[in-house]
Every structure is written in C-alpha cells, then in structure tokens.
C-alpha cells in the first residue's frame, strides 16, 4: 500500500512539474500582451494627442496596473523632473536602470529581455513622424515575438507534459 502510495505521488510530482513549467510559458505570453498592449498605448498617446514620450510613459503608466505601470511612470516623471540619484542621466540610462528592475520578476527570455532594454534605440529621434514610425515598428516586433512565445508554448506543451508523465512513470518503475 506504501509503494502505491509513494508512486501516486511521484506520478504526480512529474506531472506537477510539467504543469509548473507550462504555467511558465503562459506567464510569458501573458506579459509580452501586456508589454504590447502598453506600447499600443504609448503610440496612440504620442501620436493622437501628441504628448512627448515621457508625458506618453506617465500617462500609460496610469492606465496600466502592477509593476510595469508604476515603471512607466517613474521613467517618464523623472525624465521630465530630472533625477536627483542620476543628475545628468539621459532617457536610455533611466530606462535601462527601471526595466531591469522590473525585468528580474518576469518569465521573459533573454531575447523579449534585451528588445525591451532596446527600446531607447528606437525613440532618438527629435522628428515626431519618425519617432511615431519607430514606435509602431517597435510595437509590431513586440507582437510578433508574442506569437512566436504562443506558437511555442501550443507546441511544447504537450511535449512537456507527456515527457513529465513519462519520467514519472518510468522512475516508479525503476524503483519497483
């Protein structure tokens, strides 16, 4: 009765796993929507009612809940402030210290990560069409990469709960 009970709960264990693991690829999907949709958001508030890109941020960050809202405010408040920690410090120097810190509690991959701290690459220039052109074009390359992390995750996933089920069964049988 013992080993059954212990390989239930190996059995379940694995398969446990596998399901933490697709929560995972979930968690990601999920936060590059909310990653995208911020930036839909960005270009409609610099493009409709033409507000600078640190008013656009602050505006956003408002509309926004959680961790990425209160970023985006922060980064576009202290742009227009001046930062009393960074005297001097430019609008990519202010983005790439707030999006790390907001990076370490996300399920982004290395790619979404350095796309996302590339985004004062896209936002140098002092023409508004240009500026308004690089912000949808950095909003689509954000989309595509949540639909190559949805793709993935519809592949994998089944993959990794057979594969999770399959390890748990086997290891019940090596130890009986």
Request: aromatic letters at 8%; glycine letters at 12%; charged letters at 30%.
């Amino acid at each position: 009765m013992l080993k059954l009970m212990g390989a239930l709960f190996l059995i379940a264990g694995c398969a446990g796993f596998g399901w933490c693991v697709c929560r995972e690829m979930d968690g990601r999907i999920g936060q590059l929507h909310m990653l995208v949709r911020a930036f839909a958001m960005l270009e409609r508030e610099v493009g409709g009612s033409m507000a600078t890109l640190p008013e656009g941020l602050e505006r956003v960050g408002r509309k926004l809940e959680g961790e990425l809202g209160m970023r985006f405010r922060k980064i576009g408040s202290t742009v227009r402030a001046g930062c009393e920690d960074m005297p001097g410090a430019t609008f990519e120097e202010i983005w790439r210290k707030e999006i790390r810190d907001y990076l370490e509690n996300t399920c982004l991959k290395k790619k979404d990560r350095q796309m996302l701290l590339s985004f004062p690459d896209y936002t140098g220039f002092s023409d508004g069409k240009m500026q308004l052109l690089n912000l949808k074009q950095f909003g689509q390359e954000m989309g595509r990469a949540e639909e190559d992390a949805a793709r993935e995750a519809e592949n994998r996933k089944k993959a990794v709960l057979s594969v999770s089920m399959t390890c748990g069964f086997l290891a019940v049988v090596a130890l009986l």
